[in-house]
């Protein structure tokens, strides 16, 4: 009786070291889609957040760092935060809702980034860039930098990957 056991024990010890089987792997390609699925709600709940917007940056080969400052703009409603774009800066602003940055971004004139009424003393140029929830100010010379930019950000919602 004690050999049955043995035996028993042995083989479920055996089975164990087995490579995964089949079903095991549909487990593991359900968890990526589970994955995607989650990543794919996150894009049409349009939630922006810092770490996204660094994570397309950086993923785009720009050298992203954040600032850990808070900026505030007087035409905006919410703060901001500053990060360092390839030698650039760029002020990004979170809304909690599409509408609500379209309340700010509606009283903004594209070219000057401020309202048309507000004369703003920038460093550099200013390139207004919205997406969703997000409105970013990017502040550069380089234009080639800020074509960059608005096309990583603005991509997510065009269906474009950057």
Same mark, same amino acid.
């Given at each position: 009786?004690?050999?049955?056991?043995?035996?028993?024990?042995?083989?479920?010890?055996?089975?164990?070291?087995?490579?995964?089987?089949?079903?095991? *792997?549909?487990?593991?390609?359900?968890?990526?889609?589970?994955?995607?699925?989650?990543?794919?709600?996150?894009?049409?709940?349009? %939630?922006?957040? *810092?770490?996204?917007?660094? *994570?397309?940056?950086?993923?785009?080969? !720009?050298?992203?760092?954040?600032?850990?400052?808070?900026?505030?703009?007087?035409? !905006?409603?919410?703060?901001?935060? !500053?990060?360092?774009?390839?030698?650039?800066?760029?002020?990004?602003?979170?809304?909690?809702?599409?509408?609500?940055? %379209?309340?700010?971004?509606?009283?903004?004139?594209?070219?000057?980034?401020?309202?048309?009424?507000?004369?703003?003393?920038?460093?550099?140029?200013?390139?207004?860039?919205?997406?969703?929830? !997000?409105?970013?100010?990017?502040?550069?010379?380089?234009?080639?930098?800020? %074509?960059?930019?608005?096309?990583?950000?603005?991509?997510?919602?065009?269906?474009?990957?950057?």
């Amino acid at each position: 009786m004690s050999a049955s056991v043995i035996l028993a024990t042995s083989c479920q010890q055996a089975e164990d070291a087995r490579p995964a089987t089949d079903s095991q *792997k549909i487990d593991s390609g359900a968890a990526r889609s589970a994955i995607a699925a989650a990543e794919s709600a996150a894009t049409v709940l349009d %939630e922006w957040n *810092k770490a996204e917007v660094v *994570k397309r940056l950086s993923e785009a080969g !720009l050298v992203v760092s954040a600032r850990g400052e808070e900026i505030r703009q007087p035409f !905006l409603s919410v703060p901001g935060e !500053l990060l360092d774009v390839s030698e650039s800066q760029l002020q990004l602003f979170i809304y909690p809702s599409t509408a609500a940055r %379209e309340a700010d971004s509606r009283k903004l004139d594209p070219a000057s980034a401020s309202p048309p009424n507000m004369a703003v003393s920038w460093l550099q140029p200013p390139h207004l860039i919205v997406s969703g929830k !997000l409105l970013a100010i990017h502040l550069t010379h380089n234009e080639h930098l800020a %074509e960059r930019v608005a096309d990583v950000l603005t991509a997510r919602h065009s269906g474009v990957s950057p």
